[in-house]
C-alpha cells in the first residue's frame, strides 16, 4: 500500500528522445500551452479555496461572536501552516509528479474548506462546555485546525507550478510567461471575492466555503487529465535545447553534467546563498501588506467607511483585478528599462505602495468622487504590491539559485512571506483592538518602509558584487 502510494507521486522517469524534430516541436507547442493555462488555472482555483474567508470575516466575527483578534489569530493558522507547507513541499515537489501532486492538493483543499464550515454546525457558542472549556473556545480551536490543514494543502500548490515554469520554458522567455502566470494570484483573489461576496449576500457566510469546495473539487480531476511532468517525462529533450538556447555558464545548471546530490546543490543555491536570505527577509514585509489589505480590507471598509459589504467586495476586487497589471508591468519593465536587474523596479514599486496606502487611508467618505477614488486608490495598492509580490520571492529567488532547486528556492523564501503573513493577519488583529484602524494602516507602511530598506541594501550589495 505504502509502495503503491509512493509511486502515485513519485516523479516519472525520463525517456528517450526518440521522436522526429518536427514531432518535437509539435509536441512542445501542445504541452508548453497546455501547461501553462493549465496552471494558470490551478492557481486561481487554489485561491477561492483559501482567500474566501477574507470576505466571510464580517459575518463570521456577527454570527460566531469572534473579536478581531480572534478572526486574526484564526487567520493566522493557514498562514503559518502554508509558510512551513511552502518549503518541506517545495522540497518534495522537486522529485514529486506535477500531475498526482498538485490536483491531490487542490482536492484535499476543498475537503477541508467543508469540514471547517461544517464545525460551526456541529459545535454552537453559547455556555455548554466540553472537557472544562466552553463551546465558542472549542469551536475556535476546532476551525483553526481545519484552516490550519486547508493551509497544508494549499501550500502544495506553487511549488509544482514553479518547477513546471521552470522546465517547460526557457530563460529568455521565462521572465514573461512567470510575469503572465503570476497574475493568476490577483485573478484568484478577484474571483474568490466576487463568488464569495454573492453567495454569502445570498445564502450566508457558510457557502462561501462550501460552493468553492465544490468548484475545487471538480477543477482537481480535470487537472489530473490535463497536467504532465517535466518534458523528459514525456520523451523530449531539454528546453534549452529543444529552443537552441546555451545553458547558463555556471554548468550546476546543466543536467546532463551536473552529478552534485540535490541537497548539495540546495545548500550551496539556498542555505549559503546572501541574495536568497536577503530576499526572504525582505518577502517577510511584502506578505505584512499583501495580507494585511487582501484580508483585512473588507473589514476596514465596512467599520470605518460604512460600506456595504457588497461595495466593499467590489473595492478589494478592483484591488486584485487591476493589481495584476502590477505584475506584468514589473516584469516588462525589470526586463526592457533595467535589463533584467529586478531590485530597483522593486524600490520603485514600494515607494509608491507607502503613497497608495496614504492616499486610502486619508480619502474622505460622503461624495461620489470619494467612493470612485477608493476603487482607485485600492487598484494602486494593488497594482503596486503584486509587483514586489511576483518579483521578490518568485522570479527573483529562482533566478538567483539552480533550476534543479526551482521548487524549493520558492518554497525558502515562501516561508518567510508567510511568517509574515501570519504576523499580519494576527498582528492586525491586535492592532486595530488596540489602537483602531488607523494604527494598522500604520503597521502596514512601516512593514513597506522597512521593505524599501532591505531591498536598497540587496541593491548596494549587488552592485559591488559585480564590480568585485
Known amino acids: 500500500m505504502i509502495n503503491k502510494f509512493i509511486e502515485f507521486f513519485k516523479e516519472p522517469q525520463a525517456k528517450p528522445v526518440t521522436m522526429s524534430e518536427d514531432e518535437v516541436k509539435k509536441t512542445y507547442a501542445h504541452f508548453r500551452w497546455r501547461i501553462f493555462y493549465s496552471s494558470f488555472i490551478a492557481y486561481v482555483v487554489f485561491h ?13 466575527g456577527e454570527a460566531l461572536n469572534l473579536s478581531n483578534t480572534e478572526l486574526g489569530l484564526l487567520g493566522s493558522t493557514l498562514y503559518v501552516t502554508y509558510g512551513i507547507g511552502k518549503f518541506i513541499n517545495g522540497v518534495i515537489a522537486d522529485k514529486a509528479n506535477v500531475r498526482t501532486f498538485l490536483p ?12 471547517f464550515a461544517l464545525s460551526a454546525l456541529f459545535i454552537t457558542p453559547g455556555h455548554v462546555s466540553f472537557f472544562g472549556l466552553p ?51 490577483q485573478v484568484g483573489v478577484f474571483a474568490a471575492v466576487a463568488l464569495s461576496g454573492f453567495v454569502i449576500d445570498k445564502f450566508g457566510w457558510m457557502a462561501a466555503f462550501y460552493v468553492p469546495a465544490i468548484i475545487c473539487i471538480v477543477t482537481g480531476f480535470w487537472l489530473f487529465d490535463r497536467l504532465r511532468d517535466k518534458p523528459q517525462s514525456l520523451g523530449l529533450p531539454d528546453v534549452e535545447k529543444f529552443r537552441e538556447e546555451p545553458v547558463a555558464c555556471n554548468t550546476e545548471d546543466d543536467e546532463e553534467k551536473d552529478e ?81 536587474n529586478r531590485t530597483p523596479v522593486n524600490i520603485i514599486f514600494l515607494i509608491m505602495l507607502i503613497v497608495s496606502l496614504y492616499l486610502f487611508a486619508t480619502n474622505p467618505t460622503g461624495k461620489p468622487i470619494f467612493e470612485v477614488l477608493d476603487y482607485v486608490y485600492a487598484a494602486m495598492i494593488g497594482v503596486f504590491t503584486a509587483g514586489p509580490q511576483m518579483l521578490i520571492g518568485g522570479l527573483c529567488a529562482v533566478e538567483s539559485s539552480s533550476k534543479k532547486v526551482a521548487s524549493a528556492s520558492i518554497g525558502f523564501t515562501g516561508v518567510f512571506g508567510y511568517v509574515g503573513a501570519a504576523l499580519s493577519a494576527s498582528g492586525t488583529g491586535f492592532v ?3 489602537f483602531g484602524w488607523s494604527g494598522a494602516i500604520g503597521f502596514w507602511m512601516i512593514s513597506t518602509v522597512i521593505c524599501v530598506v532591505i531591498c536598497t541594501i540587496l541593491y548596494i550589495y549587488e552592485k559591488m558584487r559585480k564590480c568585485a
Not at 154 to 174: D, H, M, T
Request: charged share 15%; net charge positive; proline share 2%.
Open 432 to 434: 486595530v483592538d488596540k
Open 104 to 115: 491531490t492538493a487542490l482536492i484535499l483543499s476543498a475537503i477541508c474548506n467543508i469540514c
Open 260 to 340: 552534485r546530490s540535490y541537497f548539495q546543490i540546495f545548500k550551496e543555491h539556498i542555505l549559503c546563498n546572501p541574495i536568497i536570505w536577503m530576499l526572504a527577509i525582505a518577502y517577510i514585509f511584502v506578505y505584512i501588506i499583501r495580507f494585511g489589505t487582501e484580508d483585512w480590507l473588507v473589514k476596514y471598509l465596512v467599520e470605518v467607511k460604512g460600506n456595504a459589504l457588497t461595495i466593499a467586495s467590489a473595492k478589494l476586487s478592483t484591488l486584485a483585478l487591476v493589481g495584476s497589471a502590477g505584475a506584468i508591468m514589473a516584469g516588462v519593465v525589470s526586463d526592457k528599462l533595467f535589463k533584467g
Open 135 to 185: 463551546s465558542a473556545t472549542i469551536l475556535l480551536w476546532v476551525m483553526a485546525f481545519f484552516w490550519g490543514a486547508n493551509g497544508w494543502f494549499q501550500s502544495c500548490g506553487f511549488p509544482p507550478v514553479a518547477k513546471s515554469l521552470s522546465y517547460w520554458f526557457s530563460n529568455s522567455e521565462r521572465g514573461t510567461k512567470w510575469s503572465i502566470w503570476s497574475t493568476s494570484h
Open 48 to 60: 477561492i479555496c483559501r482567500k474566501n474567508i477574507a470576505v466571510a470575516l464580517p459575518s463570521m
